[in-house]
């Protein structure tokens, strides 16, 4: 039967991101630097709203694009915060996570043969989908540009058949976050062409370098932007599976359809959590970002010293050492380090070819936990350097 399946099903693969993860769980005394999910527990008013809500019933499917409440305090979170306007009732959807919704947006916009421009080292769950929908991935090299995108390049790669292209700032998995300055460069560029722009903004509130800064501030790109937002690294609500879409409204009529025939809607009670997170938990991410910056400085620290130099993060929770001068491939030296130092990494290959030549380490664990990992990551280095 198996070869009955979607050709493209077959060929997409388990990102690389879980496969050390799984492996370090044999390991009794092994020290986990994969995971992208914060330490912390949800906010204690946030998961007494889900409580509330099951316990009062609110259990039944929602609206599909959401409940109205919910999308109400969307809107009022990012036009107090960043001062843009959506309309609740046709510009937002809430979805399963910003999974969800990069999956329904991407399949109510591509076609077979269109082309995907994804800068890279990227997130790893924009090409299956791309590929799933028949289109094609073109990537963007940022790797010799600390990480962002050069306009100029940007702009060759543009084709009649190019329909989106995907963002992702603050980035998963390097860390860095863009200026506004060099935000208008690349907005002078797309503006000039008929091409989608999927902006995952993820980790906006993990910004540790002055205002995040958001593609959706430029209202040239109203008509052309996908805004993806949600709760899972904000208020570390991984497992409660909500995110939510901004976007135009002739477009997000026919984002809705794909969304309902997926999932129908977003989990209800997590939706009644998700409005006290957008409404009275908006200092949460601030003092959770206390703590990401003290990790922060003491793993760059460390890693200075052992010769493992990175740029040094402004965002997210993820710093992305270049290990290029070990002479190893990034698998090879995750894969040594796992076995004699049980510490597990994700190696930038996963994160397309142009990750190659570097690691991802998780900076979300506790510090006792990142002390233990770097002091082994040291030793590594001392051994292989001898
Ligand atoms: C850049 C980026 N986008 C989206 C996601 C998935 O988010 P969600 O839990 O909302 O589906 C992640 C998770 O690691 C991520 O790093």
Redesign the pocket.
């Known amino acids: 039967m198996l070869d009955m399946i979607n050709k493209r099903a077959q060929e997409i693969e388990i990102t690389g991101i879980r496969v050390f993860a799984n492996q370090v769980e044999q390991y009794a005394d092994g020290v986990n630097l994969t995971i992208?999910?914060p330490d912390f527990p949800t906010p204690e008013r946030v998961k007494q709203a889900g409580i509330k809500a099951i316990e009062n019933n609110l259990t039944g499917y929602s609206h599909s694009a959401g409940i109205l409440e919910l999308r109400q305090s969307v809107a009022r979170f990012f036009e107090d915060k960043y001062n843009f306007s959506y309309n609740p009732e046709t510009e937002i959807i809430i979805t399963?996570?910003?999974?969800?919704a990069?999956d329904s947006v991407l399949r109510t916009i591509l076609s077979e043969g269109d082309e995907v421009i994804l800068p890279a080292p990227i997130?790893s769950?924009y090409e299956p989908i791309v590929h799933l929908c028949g289109a094609k991935v073109v990537y963007l090299d940022t790797s010799d540009t600390d990480f962002i995108p050069d306009p100029n390049r940007l702009n060759d790669l543009i084709t009649d058949k190019t329909k989106a292209i995907i963002f992702?700032y603050p980035?998963?998995p390097t860390g860095v976050t863009i200026s506004n300055e060099k935000m208008k460069q690349l907005v002078d560029v797309l503006k000039k062409h008929d091409i989608f722009i999927l902006s995952?903004e993820?980790?906006s509130e993990n910004s540790y370098a002055g205002k995040h800064q958001s593609f959706a501030q430029f209202p040239e790109l109203k008509n052309q932007l996908f805004l993806?937002h949600?709760?899972?690294?904000s208020h570390s609500m991984?497992g409660w599976?909500?995110?939510y879409v901004l976007g135009p409204e002739d477009i997000m009529e026919h984002v809705v359809k794909v969304h309902l025939y997926n999932c129908i809607c977003a989990s209800v009670p997590g939706q009644y959590a998700a409005i006290e997170a957008l409404t009275n938990s908006l200092e949460t991410p601030n003092e959770m970002n206390k703590a990401y910056i003290e990790r922060r400085d003491y793993v760059y620290d460390r890693l200075n010293k052992m010769g493992l130099h990175a740029v040094k993060p402004t965002g997210?929770f993820y710093i992305f050492p270049s290990i290029k001068d070990t002479g190893l491939t990034s698998f090879e030296f995750a894969t040594k380090l796992l076995e004699e130092e049980h510490v597990a990494v994700v190696p930038g290959d996963a994160f397309t070819t142009y990750g190659e030549g570097f690691i991802r380490i998780s900076y979300a664990g506790s510090i006792q936990l990142l002390k233990e990992g770097m002091n082994r990551l040291e030793r590594f280095m001392n051994k292989l350097t001898k």
């Open positions: 992208g999910q399963s996570g910003v999974s969800e990069i997130f769950a992702n980035t998963n995952d993820i980790y993806l949600g709760l899972s690294k991984t599976r909500i995110g997210a």
